[in-house]
Every structure is written in structure tokens, then in C-alpha cells.
């Protein structure tokens, strides 16, 4: 934001360039407060003093004194105070205020080119008293001036507002007043009805509002409407001032009535419905509108209502007597299902204001909280305000009564019937219509129901973290966005929670959401008054305003001495030790019941305890046999059971037990029998009493994390795992295997030198305790041989390697899921010496071992398979690497890592297409492996290095060498990371000399050459296949060079040195030939 300050000895004014008069600035002051810039919102709304102060200019309209200004924003004892405060506030907001002009005395509100004020567009309309213009601009009235706004300190201007609200509220009345009178003379019936929605909406309990709308709708030949209306006014005038209609009011209804009667029945007896009603779209949600005239529902709307749109279309799609749908001949049943608090009722009402009107039959609530009620409830349903079967003069018994509303239900007129809080299946089958047009929509916790009660579920979740947030931005003006998501996070997006939340900061103002959100963070929230009522005291369903008695309805269900609910409450606080909002799987709650002496027998108590949570709301199901507990219902577990610490154990040892069983299966745990989010919630919590258990959930987490590459959340597990156990235990063999995981993480994050330490001390341990031929001795010997070849001291590596796999024929343990590792291991050393015929038959070996322990499709396998096509590659047996790397590709596509573990394979995938001369495939797989690595790969990840070099070669193939430079820098940059015998480094060097040799810069090709053959031979050795196809590159440069007879001497030593250790296809030793075989 450009500014330039103007400095005078009368005026210091701010103008502000140019930018600002482009800005598109709406502030919209009827209503809650909106300032937006751009469609942006302001900063200036995170300072209240600063939209008062704009407000006041805006509406007082003329210019105002620094003194004023101070004197009405601070309440304080001297104007020099004030004025020192205002001086603080400008400076702080006037970069926001480009439509105020600022002197040394005085303040003026100028507005920008462009900018829209609701407040001034309607005094305007207000002064100009012209009906179509009116009309629109009284819309802008939204609500009253600065809805909600409030300032805690500033007195003065709080009674500014309050007297300024109500002059522009008297004036709209008056406005609507005279627009009623001057558009029922020019009978514009339609405009009428429009202006007298908005006068109600402006005072819902105006009845001179009232009669012109009934007036209006009456004219248009709407009086069924407008009776409803009517009613529905009455409704609201007797419920919140407890005061019937005026006598003019009665009078003019009463006068409708008789017009109608008469008409009233053959019209309806006669009209098509489907054809009279405009209907919504499946794919739209219906607007709120009028409930039919025979309705009997006991709730008025909630205007705070957010969200459910995709739930409520969904519902529609299911109820609604649909014009294009066949007639039905049996109820269609829905249960709209969740725990107690999400707001099912809520959900209800909202769907009945919205489709209410599409049930020409009526809308009918029934409450089956208490099932000693129903019948009353149902009565209802056929007295004088329901469908007018009876009269009180009747004098029918309720049998008589239940009768005939149960044989109305079975006509085929579609109705629809709410059955609220239904959680009994016998009381919904005693009570469902067997045939007719009714539609039923049940209210429950509970959500599995016999399959012949035909019902539909549908699960009704939290709301979205984006609706409770808007949901609290709505009802709490003062709230900012950031407040608002972290106290709707805190109270799990709970719908009821939200409500008590909302209510308590309203009437506790002093209580700013940021400290309020302080205090909500204890773990004791369920005890906060907030969420015990305090502060509201309106239900919009009648429920209970208090979140732990709303699920203490659900727990006072539980049977003292049924087995299943004894057990169901034991699951109940397992699961509560666990991630809240996280899904859980059912196999891993079923674990944590052990009962020795009957297997069988737990595994089914287990089962039942969880379904009969599900079935009273504890529990929510999730796909893939997870079920999920609400943050809110695991506090109340903890307040209300016992036993925390022993349910804290069960739940600890029982991963632990599982994590165990895994890993000496596999030796490996890259998939955990459980999400990784509760094995850290677990882990987390037992990490603060550093104790033996603590250590091995942290180890089992640390190992995953590196096996999944997560290597610097691993350290900190890892290192806390190692701390913990060396204090305790000393030198002991669970010592070792922390040891070893912390070598492990070091060697992976390329830390070699850092990692050796750690193996040494773990095999020493392991020697020690359990001797030299033992199985975990032999690991950590492993463990040693690979950093050995990861220095390039290959002979040792060699050496260890031997003495590892002496161990595991020893002992007659061949089928350990080590060895095949060993084997893998033992492949990459060989490969690393340019044995590649030795590696391809050790990774061969490891192949079929790891095939026989894990299975065709499992990870362990693909790795072992693309490590085997690696080494066929470098050997040049191309056509026997494709359908190994495609049959592992198809494999990873399916597993969990979905796209992440493709990468490789499909790099090596786009070379074998680009060896064959394929080079639209090699540019679609190569593009398909650096995409996944943009979205969803680690900066670190080695396969930039070779996506980048692969497709610097590829270019180089198309004749694009400037582009093929640049990747195949970009590559070397990644591979200079590694150790300095990687040979990605190598074959990088070599594609960037033959770039060099191909466009003729000999002395660059030269300089690559010799600094690639530098690090072969440091590493390598000249008999190293390696080192032959550098040397290759280095007689082509002397050959350019004209140096025939030295470019020879190379050739004929790069084809003794390539002969043994590569095919004769391989794409150098053929390339090779050209030279040697020419005269």
C-alpha cells in the first residue's frame, strides 16, 4: 500500500495512491458488520474500536473532532487520555481506511470510487420514497444496524448505537408501512407479498406486517397459504409473548375462511399435486418454505441451522413421493442415526421446513422418547390441529382414536410421519404403518436394525470443521475465524456442544473466546459450565442443554449384571485410552479381551460389546470394520468409569503384544496391524512415565517411521526408546534391539560413520548374552556387513556376510525372513564390485526365499523383484527385467503406498522403453514417476536424482541437449549426497559426456570424464565394469580428438573388462563394437 505523507503546520493528510481507488470496498452495517476489500475481508475487522469509529463517520455522516471521537470510544477521565488512545488506534488502522481522511483535528468519512455502503444506499432510498427502488433497497436491511456488535468499554458509543438502531428501525417500519399502502392501490399483489415477508422477517411479530401479507395472498388466490400463515404467526405470538391475535386480525382471517371453505375441498379433491407443486431437482436442495396445512410439528426452525445440504438431499431422495416415481404400496423407512448431541432432531425439523410442503398429506412429529406416550402422541396426530379425525365432543376412547389414525396412515395420500428418539425395534414395529403412502423418518443412537424392518440407516456425523466454524461465526458476532475453528475443534464439531458454546459467550461477554478456548482445553471440558447448560437456556428440540447428561441417557442403559454390557463398558474405556476422533480397528478392541481358558468365547463376548456400542451411540461404525468414538464420549468415559490406569494397561500391552507377533514374523514393520495415529497417541501418553512399556511402543514406532522414511520423527522415538532402556535395564538384549534401530535410522539417513557405534555395541551385546551362534547375533553381523558396503569395504562386507549366513545354516534356521534379506544384501555388495552375474543370482535366490516366506504380492517381494530387474539391467538382459518390473508395479499399485511405491519401477520402467527405442512410453512412465514425486514425495527422496537423469537422457535421445544438460545437472546434484561409490553419480557423469560429445564441447565432455574416472578408480578399481563405461566415453573423446591408436588401446580394454561382466546385448557393449570391430 503506497502512501505520501503531505506535512503542513495547519494538516497532516494522508492520500493514498492509486491502488486504492481500483479497490472494490463494500462495507455492509445492517446486519452483522462485513467489510470487504476486493471480496476480501478487511484487516480492519480485527479491530472493533476501528469499525465503531468507521461506523460512527459512516452514519453520523458529517465531519467529527478528534475530541468527540476519543471522548465517544473511551470511557475514560480526561479527553488527553483519550486522545493519546486515539492517536494509537490511527496509527495502527489507518492503512485500513482508505475512505477516511485524517487531519490534525478532525476525521471524515470520504468514500472511494466505487465503494458500496448498505447503510447510506438505503437513506437514500429511504429520502427518495420511489415504490420500485424502495422495494429493492429495503433487502438491504438485513438486520438491525451493527447486529451483535458490541464494545465493552466505550459506554457513549454503545448508547450512540442503541439510539441510532432504533431511529433506522423506525424508519423501515414506516418505509414498509407506506409501500404496503402505495402497492395494494396499484395492486401489485406480487411486489405486496414481498414487501410484507420483509417487514415480518424485520418484526416477525408485527400484525399490521401480518394482515397485508394475508391481504396480498388473498388478492393472488393464495388464502390456503395465507391461513397457514396465519396459524403459524399465532403459533409464534403465543409462545413468546403469550398473547392472542388483535380482534382486526381475527376479523380478516375469519373473512378469509368463509371464502374459502366452500372451495376449499373440491379444489383439493380434484387437483393434480404433483403438477401444482413446483418441485426441487434430486441434485438440489429444497428452500425453506411453508409446512402444508395439515402439519403437527411442535419446533420452530432454527435460523442458526448449518450444513447437512448432501445429507438432506439424500434424505429427499428417499422420502419424497417423487412425480417421476412409482406409487408406493409400503412405508419407505429412514433412520437418520448418531450419537446423542449431533443434532438428528435438529436434522429432522430442518428437512421438514425444506420438504415438509411435498407430502400433500401432511407432516405429522411423534415423540418416542418415553414409550408409554406414544399413543398420546399419536392422538394428537388425528385431533383438531392434526388431520381433524375427532373431536374432544367425539368422546372416542384412545384405542378408538389410535384406530383411526393408523387407518388413515394406510391410505395412500403421501404423508410423513418423524418418529423421534426411536431406539426400541419392537416399539418401530409396533408402531410402522403396514401399507399406504406414509413416509417415516426416525430420529436414533442406534444404528443396526433388523434387516426385515426394511429400514434404511442413514449415519448422521459432526458437523465439518468448516460448518461449525461459520456455525459460530454466525451466532457469536465478536468471535474471530481462528477462535471460532480451534473452539469447534476442541468441542469435536458436536453440534449440541456448538449450541451451549454459542449461548455461553453470548451471555458472558466478559469471557473473551480466546480465554474461554484456555479454559475449554482442560481435560476436565465435560465439567465446564458452558457445557453443562450454563448461559443458554433455550432448546431449539426441547433435549437436554447439558452434553454429559445427554450421554448419560445412552449409559444409563447398561445392565449391572449382563455380561455383554459388563463388557461393552470395558471396551467402552479401552477405546476411550485411545486417539479420539481417529478411527479404530475392531480386530485391534477385540485384541485387548484376552480370556485363556475360551478363545472363542472372548472373541464373541468381544463382538457383542462392541455392536451394543454401536447400537446405544458410544461407537460410530466406519468403513473397513473401523468404529470411531467422539472426543466428547471418550472424556465422558473417563469421568464416569473406573479402573483408568488398569484400561491404560490393557490398551498398551495389547499393541505392544500385537507389534510383537509382527515383527518377528516379518522383521520389518513398515504395515502396523493398527493406524499409526493411535500407536502415537499411545505411545505419546506412556512416554511421559518413561517406563519399560513406554520404551517399547516408542521403539515399534520409531522402526515404522524409518521403514516408511520418516527418518527424523523415528530419532525422536528411537533416541527416548534407547534412553529409557540403557537406564533401566542396562546391558540387556532389548537394549541391543534399540541399539540396533538407532544404527538402522543413521545408515538409512545416510549417516554411516554415525550408525557404525551403535551396530558394534549391539552385536557386542548380543555375543555376550546369547553367544556368537545365535539368530539376533547374526542379525546385528548383518547389520555391520552393510555398512561395511556402504563405505566400499566390500571385502569385509563379503567376510561378514559369509559368517551371517554360516549362522542361519548352523543353527538350521534357513527359513527365517532374514535370510532372504542377507541374500538381498549379499546382491547389492556384489553388484557394488561389478559381479553382476553373482548379484543377479543371489537377488534370484533371495526371490524365491522371500516369494515362499511373504507371498507373490507382498512388499517384502517387490523389493526383492526390483532389485533383481536393477541387476539384470546393469547386465544387459533387458527383456527379461521388463516383466519382472511391471508384475512388481502392478503389485505396489494395490498396497497402501499406493502411488509412492511405484516411482522406482516406473523410473526403471521409462529406461528399458528408452533402451528399446520406445520413446513416447519412456516419456509417459518417467513424466507419471516425477508428477508422483511432486505431489507426494520427500524433498530427499533419491529418486529425484533418478527421475531427473532419466529424462535428461531421454532428451538427450530427442536431440534436445540443452534441456538434457540441465536435468542430468539437476540429477548429479542428488547423487553427490551419496556415498561416492553410488553409481547413479557414475552412470549421471557418463550421460553427461556423451551430451558433451554429441554437441561437439570436447573440453567439457574431457573435464566430466576424467573426474568420473577419478572416482572409479578411487572406488571401484580399473577392472570395474563402471569404470570400463567411463572408459568407453574416454575413447570416443580421443577418436574425436584424432588420437586413433590410444582411442584402440582403450577399446580393447574396456571390451576385456566389459565381456565378463555384461551380455553382449547390453546397450555399451554393443555400442563398444563399433569400434572394435572396425578396420
Not at 503531505?6 to 472494490?24: D, K, R, Y
Not at 393472488?220 to 396465519?230: D, F, H, M, N, R
Not at 423421534?420 to 418401530?428: A, S, V
Request: proline share 4%; hydrophobic share 45%; aromatic share 8%.
Amino acid at each position: 500500500m503506497n502512501a505520501t505523507w503531505l506535512l503542513s503546520s495547519a494538516t497532516l493528510s494522508v492520500h493514498f495512491s492509486h491502488a486504492h481507488n481500483e479497490m472494490q470496498r463494500d462495507i455492509q452495517l445492517l446486519g452483522t458488520l462485513s467489510i470487504l476489500d476486493d471480496e476480501q475481508s478487511s484487516p480492519l475487522l480485527a479491530s472493533r474500536k476501528g469499525c465503531a469509529l468507521l461506523t460512527y463517520l459512516i452514519v453520523h455522516g458529517q465531519t467529527v473532532s478528534r475530541e468527540q471521537m476519543a471522548d465517544l470510544l473511551w470511557d475514560i477521565s480526561t479527553t488527553a487520555e483519550g486522545l493519546r488512545n486515539l492517536r494509537v488506534l490511527l496509527t495502527r488502522i489507518r492503512a485500513f481506511m482508505p475512505d477516511v481522511v485524517i487531519t490534525r483535528k478532525a476525521l471524515t468519512f470520504a468514500p472511494i470510487a466505487g465503494e458500496q455502503v448498505d447503510y447510506l444506499r438505503l437513506r437514500q432510498a429511504l429520502k427518495q420514497k420511489e415504490p420500485q427502488h424502495l422495494l429493492h433497497h429495503l433487502q438491504l436491511y438485513r438486520g438491525d444496524l451493527l447486529a451483535g456488535f458490541y464494545l465493552d468499554d466505550s459506554p457513549h458509543f454503545q448508547e450512540w448505537l442503541i439510539v441510532e438502531r432504533e431511529r433506522l428501525r423506525r424508519m423501515v417500519l414506516d418505509a414498509h408501512h407506506w409501500l404496503c399502502q402505495t402497492l395494494a392501490e396499484d395492486k401489485q399483489w406480487e411486489q405486496g407479498v414481498a414487501t410484507a415477508v420483509h417487514w415480518l422477517q424485520v418484526d416477525h411479530l408485527d400484525e399490521e406486517a401480518l394482515r397485508w401479507l394475508l391481504q396480498f395472498r388473498a388478492a393472488l388466490g393464495q388464502t390456503a397459504v395465507a391461513l397457514t400463515e396465519y396459524e403459524q404467526f399465532r403459533e409464534h405470538l403465543q409462545s413468546e409473548l403469550n398473547l392472542e391475535p388483535e380482534a382486526d386480525t381475527y376479523a380478516l382471517v375469519n373473512r378469509l375462511r368463509h371464502a374459502y371453505s366452500k372451495a376449499a375441498h373440491a379444489l383439493f379433491a380434484g387437483m393434480d399435486f404433483a403438477a401444482e407443486v413446483k418441485w426441487p431437482t434430486r441434485d438440489t436442495l429444497a428452500p425453506v418454505g411453508l409446512l402444508p396445512s395439515a402439519a403437527l410439528l411442535p419446533f420452530r426452525r432454527n435460523p442458526n441451522f448449518v450444513g447437512r445440504e448432501a445429507l438432506l438431499r439424500q434424505l429427499a431422495a428417499r422420502l419424497l413421493p417423487w412425480p417421476d416415481a412409482p406409487a408406493a404400496t409400503s412405508p419407505q423407512v429412514v433412520v437418520l442415526h448418531g450419537m446423542g448431541g449431533v443434532g438428528k432432531t435438529q436434522t429432522a425439523i430442518e428437512f421438514c421446513y425444506r420438504y415438509g410442503r411435498f407430502f400433500p398429506g401432511g407432516v405429522f412429529w411423534i415423540n418416542f422418547a418415553e414409550s408409554n406416550n406414544v399413543a398420546a402422541e399419536v392422538v394428537l396426530v388425528g385431533g383438531e390441529r392434526g388431520l381433524g379425525l375427532f373431536e374432544r365432543k367425539n368422546l372416542l376412547s384412545m384405542s378408538e382414536q389410535v384406530g383411526r389414525v393408523q387407518r388413515a396412515w394406510q391410505e395412500p395420500i403421501p404423508r410423513l410421519l418423524i418418529f423421534d428418539n426411536c431406539e426400541d425395534e419392537r416399539l418401530l414395529t409396533e408402531w410402522l404403518p403396514v401399507t399406504g403412502g406414509c413416509r417415516v423418518l426416525v430420529t436414533s443412537q442406534r444404528g443396526q436394525w433388523t434387516a426385515h424392518l426394511g429400514v434404511t440407516a442413514v449415519s448422521l456425523n459432526t458437523l465439518s470443521p468448516a460448518e461449525s466454524t461459520a456455525f459460530l461465526q454466525k451466532s457469536i458476532s465478536r468471535i474471530l475465524p481462528g477462535e471460532a475453528q480451534a473452539i469447534a475443534a476442541e468441542a469435536g464439531y458436536l453440534p449440541l456442544a456448538l449450541h451451549l458454546i454459542s449461548g455461553f459467550l453470548d451471555q458472558y461477554r466478559r469471557i473473551s473466546p480466546a480465554n474461554y478456548l484456555t479454559q475449554l482445553q482442560d481435560k476436565h471440558l465435560l465439567q465446564h459450565p458452558s457445557l453443562q447448560g450454563r448461559g443458554t437456556s433455550h432448546s431449539p428440540t426441547g433435549h437436554e442443554l447439558d452434553v454429559a447428561r445427554t450421554f448419560a441417557l445412552s449409559f444409563a442403559q447398561f445392565a449391572a449384571a449382563d455380561p455383554i454390557d459388563m463388557m461393552a463398558q470395558k471396551l467402552l474405556a479401552y477405546i476411550a485410552c485411545l486417539a479420539p476422533d481417529k478411527p479404530v480397528e475392531q480386530a485391534l478392541v477385540q485384541a485387548m479381551v484376552v480370556m485363556e481358558e475360551s478363545p472363542l468365547q472372548a472373541a464373541l463376548l468381544a463382538e457383542d460389546g462392541l455392536n451394543r456400542l454401536i447400537v446405544l451411540g458410544f461407537l460410530r461404525p466406519e468403513a473397513g470394520d473401523m468404529v470411531l468414538m467422539h472426543r466428547l464420549v471418550a472424556a465422558y468415559s473417563w469421568m464416569v468409569l473406573t479402573g483408568e490406569t488398569e484400561a491404560i494397561q490393557v490398551v498398551e500391552e495389547t499393541m505392544v503384544r500385537l507389534l510383537t507377533a509382527v515383527w518377528e514374523r516379518q522383521l520389518y514393520l513398515r504395515d502396523l496391524p493398527f493406524a499409526v495415529g493411535q500407536l502415537r497417541y499411545v505411545a505419546d501418553r506412556a512416554l511421559t512415565r518413561q517406563d519399560i512399556r513406554a520404551a517399547s511402543l516408542a521403539n515399534y514406532l520409531g522402526r515404522h517411521l524409518v521403514e516408511i522414511g520418516e527418518y527424523a520423527q523415528a530419532e525422536s522415538y528411537l533416541t527416548q526408546a534407547l534412553h529409557i532402556r540403557q537406564t533401566l535395564l542396562g546391558e540387556h538384549l532389548d537394549t541391543a534391539t534399540s541399539l540396533t534401530n538407532m544404527g538402522t535410522l543413521l545408515w538409512k539417513w545416510n549417516s554411516n560413520a554415525a550408525a557404525m557405534p551403535y551396530f558394534e555395541e549391539a552385536h557386542r551385546l548380543c555375543e555376550r548374552l546369547l553367544g556368537a551362534n545365535h539368530t539376533k547375533t547374526a542379525r546385528n553381523l548383518n547389520n555391520l556387513a552393510v555398512l561395511y558396503n556402504r563405505q566400499g569395504q566390500f571385502e569385509t562386507a563379503h567376510t561378514y556376510y559369509e559368517k551371517t549366513l554360516a549362522i542361519y545354516e548352523q543353527l538350521g534356521a534357513m527359513d527365517d525372513p532374514m535370510v532372504p534379506q542377507i541374500l538381498d544384501n549379499m546382491a547389492l555388495m556384489f553388484r557394488s564390485r561389478g559381479l553382476f552375474e553373482q548379484s543377479c543370482v543371489y537377488s534370484e535366490r533371495a526371490l524365491r526365499m522371500t516369494e515362499a516366506i511373504f507371498g507373490p504380492e507382498h512388499y517384502r517381494t517387490t523389493v526383492t523383484l526390483f532389485r533383481w530387474a536393477i541387476g539384470l539391467i546393469l547386465m544387459g538382459h533387458y527383456q527379461a527385467a521388463q516383466p519382472a518390473l511391471e508384475h512388481a508395479l502392478a503389485v505396489r499399485q494395490k498396497l497402501p503406498d499406493g502411488e509412492v511405491g511405484t516411482i522406482g519401477l516406473l523410473i526403471r520402467l521409462g529406461e528399458l522403453h528408452m533402451i528399446a527405442e520406445h520413446l513416447a512410453e519412456a516419456e509417459t512412465c518417467l513424466n507419471q514417476a516425477l508428477s508422483i514425486l511432486e505431489t507426494q514425495s520427500d524433498e530427499d527422496n533419491i529418486n529425484w536424482g533418478w527421475v531427473y537423469a532419466k529424462l535428461g537422457q531421454l532428451h538427450g535421445r530427442k536431440g534436445a541437449a540443452a534441456e538434457a544438460e540441465t536435468l542430468l545437472q539437476r540429477a548429479l546434484s542428488f547423487f553427490r549426497q551419496q556415498p561416492p561409490f553410488y553409481f547413479g553419480t557414475i552412470e549421471t557423469f557418463n550421460q553427461l559426456a556423451d551430451i558433451y560429445l554429441q554437441t561437439g564441447q570436447l573440453a567439457t565432455a574431457k573435464k566430466v570424464v576424467d573426474e568420473a574416472l577419478a572416482l572409479c578408480q578411487e572406488n571401484f578399481g580399473k577392472e570395474h565394469p563402471f569404470t570400463a563405461q567411463t572408459c568407453l566415453r574416454l575413447g570416443e573423446w580421443h577418436l574425436l580428438q584424432g588420437h586413433v591408436d590410444k582411442a584402440q588401446a582403450i577399446f580393447e580394454e574396456v571390451t576385456a573388462v566389459l565381456k565378463t561382466a555384461v551380455s553382449p546385448t547390453h546397450i555399451d557393449f554393443i555400442r563398444l563394437q563399433q569400434y572394435v570391430t572396425a578396420p
